[in-house]
């Protein structure tokens, strides 16, 4: 429980505006004798009190003062993360400014209990799923040592890998009929021990088979993490959501970088790497207790059957995706090849290195997310997709501080890239639709990353030289790039049903697991997040074409 206690000197005007109930970070009704409590809001539990005391006068009627004593006893709906939030929340709900208004770090929109939770917990899986998406690029060069394979395997069984998408496929179509909650809780859990079990691998094949299937769930879980996050959270803060969601994914990834040392310790040190998210398993338990399922699939569940697929924009949308993850995914899962191949670099050094030019990346990630949300989306992210492509291709040909200096600036762009295209293979199609959309362009992406880790494997053999044949690609992010200037709509600020006309309203109510996952019952009032403002977003097309959209890469 947080209370906050603040003292203001307000003329009768002002006293009044305190005495409205607020519709800005938390909607309130009043409760009588200066009193009011939350209707919704990011909150577990809130009160509002005024004390009022007159001032002494001077004697002229406009000179009338009063001392408030305004106190808010509240507590966050905000599990795990709400240290960082918490001096945020205190300084906004301090404010006598009441107006509805975007902040950096919170939308415009009254966010209810709900998607505060689903968020947190959203945020946490992300952790997870940020070490499980890269633990076998971290750890590969080691194990090929280990194993005696030449980095044609390494390629080779990168690519092998991404086979298990196709597994995955079968099983995320069923979010769209089960929910996005039991498939997150579940994919999250397989990945883990499949992960594990990759430490008792007697050889690359062995190895490949369990990141098979521990890489299809990863990628499966990365597409439901902004699914669930993009029809939960506010129109206006879906870019800004889905940095977060990033954000938390490259902390977890910076946790392999962490322990990747442990790699040198020994000849099997990389085992140790493989072993680590057995610590995630009690995170699990955790998880279920505050995971939501998200109102939209929720209400649709009950009243939409399962939809149609609009073909011309999933030919689109795969066709940008396939050409960004030729290049991509070679260029980022050979990285560290080629520093311990061709550069020398020891496995501490490895993790300094990815550690150095991965850490200016977060800052980019949120300030691009808050401003794909608010001037739009297109020019952000074929700048940093295009950007991000051509520095990276240039790492690879350079030395010195100067490659670290470069790389820096691909990765800088590349993850400014992600909040701003990631959620329109999601945004573009109906609920009862988006996670068999969203698996299927998984496997057009990740077959465009196959078929860049194979070619990249045959070019370095046959040139004896890695960074050549990674640059040779990079034309493909440049023309996914030109695609989004081209073809790419502007969602910033619409609300999903702006492009699905289809799709139930959410306000409309449903029943299936719409409580918070922690036992408590979903708030009455939590609608549409926009209905307490009553107010569009600046970028709301009042008569939108739905039809109207262009293509968005997305990259494994």
């Not at 890269?134 to 080691?142: D, H, P």
């Not at 506010?234 to 490259?250: E, K, M, N, Q």
């Not at 289809?502 to 609608?527: E, F, K, R, Y």
Request: charged share 15%; with cysteine; net charge neutral.
């Amino acid at each position: 429980m947080s209370v906050l206690s603040t003292t203001h000197h307000l003329n009768p005007a002002e006293l009044q505006t305190l005495r409205e109930p607020r519709r800005d970070l938390v909607a309130e009704e009043s409760i009588g004798d200066d009193r009011w409590q939350a209707v919704e809001g990011p909150f577990h539990h809130y009160q509002r009190s005024l004390t009022v005391k007159p001032l002494p006068s001077n004697g002229q009627a406009d000179a009338e003062r009063f001392e408030v004593e305004e106190r808010i006893d509240f507590t966050l709906a905000i599990s795990v993360w709400w240290p960082l939030i918490l001096p945020l929340m205190r300084r906004g709900l301090r404010s006598t400014d009441r107006a509805p208004r975007s902040r950096w770090w919170w939308p415009r929109e009254v966010v209810p209990r709900q998607t505060s939770l689903m968020v947190s917990a959203i945020c946490l899986i992300s952790v997870m799923t940020g070490y499980l998406g890269v633990v076998i690029g971290q750890t590969i060069t080691f194990a090929a040592r280990d194993f005696g394979s030449s980095d044609s395997a390494q390629a080779n069984t990168l690519a092998a890998v991404r086979i298990g998408v196709l597994v995955s496929l079968v099983f995320l179509r069923q979010a769209d009929r089960i929910g996005r909650r039991p498939l997150l809780l579940g994919f999250t859990t397989a990945a883990i021990l499949f992960t594990m079990a990759g430490a008792l691998s007697p050889n690359m094949v062995a190895l490949g088979s369990a990141q098979t299937v521990a890489r299809g769930l990863t990628t499966a879980l990365i597409t439901l993490l902004v699914l669930a996050a993009t029809e939960e959270v506010p129109s206006s803060a879906r870019a800004f959501t889905i940095s977060l969601i990033t954000i938390s994914a490259a902390l977890g990834a910076g946790m392999v970088v962490w322990v990747l040392p442990l790699a040198d310790v020994f000849a099997g040190g990389w085992r140790l790497v493989h072993l680590g998210p057995v610590l995630f398993l009690p995170l699990i338990w955790w998880v279920a207790r505050h995971l939501p399922e998200t109102r939209r699939f929720t209400v649709a569940a009950t009243k939409q059957p399962p939809a149609v697929i609009n073909w011309r924009r999933f030919t689109l949308i795969g066709a940008a995706a396939f050409a960004a993850a030729l290049f991509l995914s070679p260029s980022s899962q050979l990285r560290n090849e080629y520093l311990r191949d061709d550069l020398g670099y020891s496995a501490a050094t490895i993790s300094l290195f990815q550690l150095v030019i991965s850490a200016p990346a977060a800052t980019a990630i949120v300030i691009a997310g808050i401003a794909a949300d608010r001037v739009g989306r297109r020019w952000i992210g074929a700048i940093g997709l295009a950007g991000g492509a051509l520095m990276g291709a240039v790492s690879y040909q350079l030395t010195g501080s100067a490659l670290w200096l470069v790389a820096s600036g691909g990765v800088v762009l590349s993850g400014a890239a992600l909040p701003a295209l990631r959620g329109y293979q999601i945004e573009l199609f109906p609920t009862r639709a988006r996670a068999k959309v969203g698996g299927l362009i998984d496997g057009v992406a990740v077959a465009g990353s196959a078929a860049g880790l194979v070619l990249v494997g045959y070019l370095s053999r046959r040139w004896d030289n890695l960074g050549d044949a990674i640059g040779v690609l990079v034309f493909a992010p440049v023309l996914a790039a030109i695609m989004i200037i081209i073809w790419f709509p502007e969602t910033a600020s619409k609300d999903l049903e702006t492009f699905n006309p289809d799709d139930p309203d959410p306000d409309s109510g449903g029943s299936a697991n719409s409580g918070d996952g922690a036992g408590h019952d979903a708030d009455p009032h939590s609608g549409r997040h926009a209905g307490l403002n009553g107010r569009p977003g600046p970028n709301d097309d009042p008569d939108p074409d739905p039809d109207g959209f262009r293509a968005v890469p997305t990259s494994r």
